[in-house]
């Protein structure tokens, strides 16, 4: 998608279609009110009428409205004024392309006038491609150009680099567990290293095994395809001691292993990877925008498969930070593979952490499909993230990791055991288990099984992967640069 800038007004440019903003319930405001003057008032005459729709992210279209240049007119509802934010642009304008990306489109225009202008250039991106990668009749076109009245240059290139990362988040998550599985992952973590010079360590089975890391390997142990830990690091910044790690959870296909998923359950569980994917698709946009942060990113790519070597419940592996886990559960996988790859961000030197997974039904049950649940041991370090997500309009909610929830995972034969007892607080007892691996390092956990999946469309994006917190993690290192 190219990006380009114009000095033409709203009712001057020449574009296959104009988009502009209404907020609801409210006064017209700049391009609207253009178009509303040289339709004399007809804009505000039709919203009254209810002709067009102004409730936040419906988009109306009108051929030849009078006094524009262009032939299409689309129109975007907004939230009132006081609540324009990140999220809004992002919304508002992924909205605007997905409503637009029906047909194909050559150039169009957006006047929308929300802000900042990197989300609403990466909302363009995200709302104009679609999750279907098979399908011989296309619901989505990319659109070719999108032009803007003139702003700022710099905004532009971290824009197009969000939305690109945002969409190749998704892109993995929604690739098929046939196409994408471990092997797979990791040359999409090569071609990103390699295009941003970044280092990479690609660690197959049998150094993982010399790494210890036997927890990770359980897990992957019934599967045909090897599995996988992929460690890149990103250094933006030497002068400075903070130095991040960011954790993903790639299980490429989730069947639960030998405590098997219902096939209900099992169907979408080639997301289980979506943890892996936010990390990869967040460090390619903060090595394309060249920000100033040191990050160590680690993935654990496995699929958790049944065969005569699975692992088994009863069975006891020793993690590689040498933590016993008896296994009661082969489907509470994730957190076994995130165990080892904490361990090796810490090992790297990562002084502050963050992982992302799609851990735990427990916590849609909590907070539902849309809401992150966040999890912490430092709440300074939880409080920039949960700030970062505020500002992006990215939906998160604090889970409580008191004390006594640590007891749900001891176990009569090991140091630990990988479930909590019975169901209540799953996501929580989930928490705890993956806290026994961070020692006391600063650490977010992010349960992200609800929002990074979806079964419906919304108005901005295709149903599938969301790409959710991508954002978060970029704006989290745009506001990190000392
Ligand atoms: N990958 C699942 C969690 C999940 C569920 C993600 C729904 C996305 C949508 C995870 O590996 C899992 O199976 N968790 C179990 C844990 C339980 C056995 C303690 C769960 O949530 O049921
Ligand atoms: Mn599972
Ligand atoms: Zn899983």
């Known amino acids: 998608m190219k990006i380009s800038l114009t000095t033409d007004s709203v009712t001057q440019i020449a574009a296959d279609a104009v988009v502009i903003g209404v907020c609801d319930n409210q006064q017209l405001q700049d391009a609207a009110l253009q178009v509303d003057q040289a339709s004399q008032g007809l804009l505000a005459r039709l919203i009254e009428e209810r002709e067009i729709d102004t409730t936040p992210y419906a988009c109306t279209k009108i051929m030849h409205f009078p006094g524009m240049r262009s032939h299409r007119l689309v129109v975007v509802g907004l939230p009132p004024s006081a609540e324009l934010s990140a999220g809004v642009a992002y919304k508002a304008c992924g909205a605007a392309a997905k409503f637009l990306s029906g047909k194909a489109r050559s150039r169009v225009a957006c006047y929308l006038d929300t802000e900042p202008w990197e989300d609403a250039i990466a909302g363009w991106h995200v709302g104009a491609i679609g999750q279907d990668l098979f399908r011989a009749t296309k619901k989505t076109f990319p659109i070719d150009e999108v032009v803007f009245p003139q702003r700022d240059q710099v905004a532009a290139t971290h824009g197009i680099a969000l939305g690109e990362a945002i969409n190749l988040t998704r892109l993995l998550v929604n690739l098929p567990p046939n196409m994408l599985y471990p092997k797979v992952f990791v040359d999409h973590c090569q071609a990103v290293a390699r295009a941003n010079d970044m280092q990479i360590e690609i660690w197959d089975s049998q150094k993982l095994a010399a790494e210890n890391c036997r927890a990770l390997l359980a897990v992957g142990q019934a599967a045909a395809h090897e599995p996988y830990l992929v460690v890149l690091q990103y250094k933006g910044n030497p002068n400075s001691n903070e130095h991040w790690g960011w954790i993903g959870k790639g299980v490429t296909f989730d069947s639960g292993g030998l405590s098997i998923k219902p096939s209900e359950s099992m169907l979408d569980m080639k997301c289980d990877m979506a943890g892996a994917a936010t990390v990869l698709g967040a460090l390619q946009a903060v090595a394309q925008m060249k920000l100033r942060v040191n990050i160590t990113a680690v993935v654990g790519l496995v699929e958790n498969m049944i065969g005569g070597n699975s692992y088994r419940l009863g069975d006891v592996i020793t993690a590689r930070n040498g933590t016993t886990i008896e296994i009661h559960n082969t489907d509470a996988e994730g957190r076994l593979v995130l165990a080892d790859c904490l361990d090796v961000a810490i090992s790297r030197g990562a002084n502050h952490l963050v992982d992302l997974a799609t851990l735990t039904g427990a916590c849609m049950v909590a907070l539902g499909r849309f809401v992150a649940g966040g999890m912490t041991n430092h709440p300074a370090w939880y409080a920039r993230l949960a700030r970062a997500a505020d500002e992006c309009g990215e939906p998160l909610w604090q889970l409580p990791m008191f004390a006594d929830y640590r007891d749900q995972i001891r176990s009569q034969v090991a140091d630990i055991k990988n479930v909590g007892d019975g169901r209540w607080g799953g996501a929580i007892t989930a928490a705890k288990f993956l806290q026994e691996f961070v020692r006391d390092v600063p650490w977010v956990h992010l ?36």
């Open 447 to 482: 349960d992200i099984a609800g929002p990074s999946f979806q079964d419906k469309p919304s108005a901005w994006v295709d149903a599938g992967a969301s790409g959710v917190f991508v954002r978060t993690l970029v704006r989290m290192a745009e506001e990190s640069q000392d």
